[in-house]
């Protein structure tokens, strides 16, 4: 499976840096046996378009509806006019503040695929449902709610530990293929065989220095790259070494 690494700007950049990240990153070498994918705040969509050699672009968030009274929403259909093949859903800060339930993901990744667009849904446990050994049930929880109106070709799985976040803290090597091959078990399940060729990917403080020993894991097909992915070098270095995927 090739290796899938995508940036997560959240609510960073300006005019000035996303010029300067394209003008880096067209300056770096190729990659190979690697999709990238770059989601800037929906302000910078149009200015980025196919201007970065081999980097797909994606939204940050999608509404459930497809147009109507909702002011501040943006609809699938338009991320896929400005050019979006991916759109990331349920990402724990979305979950955690502003309330969005797994139904809601799952209305968000119904949109994303009808408008033509790989839905890459977020699932993650807190550090207290770790603590108590839950992870497992809630993230199999989360996955069978979010993933219900789902066909196995129209999504990416994201795992991130809620409690990796922005937080400096990354989840082991082992910690993070263990709930991976959970994941994957969960996907056979939901999809049959068709679970066996969705991608998935970690996402929690992933930088260059723990790129490798991550994607060296039997079970994990990329990742979801936050504060590593504001700057073209390291994103670019985290992506290399994602390059030959999993066999």
Same mark, same amino acid.
């Given at each position: 499976?090739?290796?899938?690494?995508?940036?997560?700007?959240?609510?960073?950049?300006?005019?000035?840096?996303?010029?300067?990240?394209?003008?880096?990153?067209?300056?770096?070498?190729?990659?190979?046996?690697?999709?990238?994918?770059?989601?800037?705040?929906?302000?910078?969509?149009?200015?980025?378009?196919?201007?970065?050699?081999?980097?797909?672009?994606? @939204? &940050?968030?999608? #509404?459930?509806?497809?147009?109507?009274?909702?002011?501040?929403? *943006?609809? !699938?259909?338009?991320? %896929?006019?400005?050019?979006?093949?991916?759109?990331?859903?349920?990402?724990?800060?979305?979950?955690?503040?502003?309330?969005?339930?797994?139904?809601?993901?799952?209305?968000?990744?119904?949109?994303?695929?009808?408008?033509?667009?790989?839905?890459?849904?977020?699932?993650?446990?807190?550090?207290?449902?770790?603590?108590?050994?839950?992870?497992?049930?809630?993230?199999? @929880? &989360?996955?069978? #709610?979010?993933?219900?109106?789902?066909?196995?070709?129209?999504? *990416?799985? !994201?795992?991130?530990? %809620?409690?990796?976040?922005?937080?400096?803290?990354?989840?082991?090597?082992?910690?993070?293929?263990?709930?991976?091959?959970?994941?994957?078990?969960?996907?056979?399940?939901?999809?049959?065989?068709?679970?066996?060729?969705?991608?998935?990917?970690?996402?929690?403080?992933?930088?260059?220095?723990?790129?490798?020993?991550?994607?060296?894991?039997?079970?994990?097909?990329?990742?979801?790259?936050?504060?590593?992915?504001?700057?073209?070098?390291?994103?670019?270095?985290?992506?290399?070494?994602?390059?030959?995927?999993?066999?």
């Amino acid at each position: 499976m090739t290796g899938l690494v995508i940036a997560n700007w959240k609510m960073h950049g300006s005019t000035a840096s996303v010029m300067d990240f394209i003008d880096q990153w067209n300056r770096l070498p190729a990659l190979a046996d690697v999709r990238t994918v770059v989601c800037p705040p929906h302000p910078y969509l149009a200015s980025i378009g196919d201007r970065m050699a081999g980097m797909a672009l994606g @939204g &940050q968030n999608c #509404a459930e509806q497809t147009e109507g009274a909702f002011t501040g929403e *943006v609809s !699938a259909a338009m991320l %896929v006019a400005l050019g979006c093949r991916y759109a990331i859903v349920g990402h724990s800060e979305r979950r955690s503040l502003y309330g969005e339930s797994d139904a809601v993901v799952a209305a968000k990744a119904a949109s994303a695929a009808v408008a033509g667009m790989t839905a890459v849904v977020c699932v993650g446990e807190s550090l207290d449902e770790r603590q108590r050994e839950e992870h497992e049930a809630v993230v199999c @929880g &989360q996955l069978s #709610a979010s993933l219900a109106l789902a066909e196995a070709e129209d999504i *990416v799985v !994201a795992y991130e530990p %809620v409690w990796a976040i922005g937080t400096g803290h990354t989840a082991t090597p082992a910690q993070a293929d263990s709930m991976h091959a959970v994941i994957r078990t969960q996907l056979l399940q939901q999809f049959g065989d068709s679970g066996k060729n969705i991608p998935i990917i970690y996402g929690g403080s992933v930088k260059p220095g723990n790129a490798a020993e991550l994607f060296q894991c039997d079970h994990i097909d990329g990742a979801l790259v936050g504060g590593a992915s504001l700057d073209a070098n390291s994103f670019w270095q985290i992506a290399s070494v994602a390059g030959t995927g999993r066999t």
